[in-house]
């Protein structure tokens, strides 16, 4: 099973940006397309981005136009930058290869 380590979240105010990073240990990492959700207490998963093996990237609606999914494939590693943020962009952010998933990254933004 492919090992995901999220890491860079933390207390914004609203307004500032943040970038999240989630490194593979899978050595073809860059043959697979990565994704980010995020979750909060008593609430299903919600898509955040995604970008595919070839680099074709897709946003929820919810941040588009503030959020940037980029791949690095010499660290295996994909990052979410997220500007402009909401208070309703808080919750524990988590990267997805294949069917494995990182533990998550916490995101918090206060107003």
């Known amino acids: 099973q492919v090992q995901l380590v999220e890491s860079g979240g933390g207390l914004v105010q609203a307004g500032e940006s943040l970038r999240l990073s989630c490194t593979a240990s899978?050595?073809?990492?860059?043959?697979?397309?990565m994704s980010w959700y995020r979750q909060t207490p008593g609430n299903q998963p919600e898509f955040v981005a995604a970008?595919?093996?070839?680099?074709?990237?897709h946003y929820a609606d919810s941040v588009t136009g503030r959020a940037t999914i980029s791949r690095d494939n010499t660290v295996r590693t994909v990052y979410l930058n997220i500007d402009h943020l909401k208070p309703e962009d808080t919750g524990l952010y988590y990267c997805?290869?294949?069917?494995?998933r990182g533990q998550g990254t916490q995101v918090t933004v206060s107003s």
């Open positions: 899978e050595p073809d990492f860059s043959r697979y397309g």
């Open positions: 970008i595919t093996a070839g680099r074709n990237t």
């Open positions: 997805a290869m294949l069917d494995s």
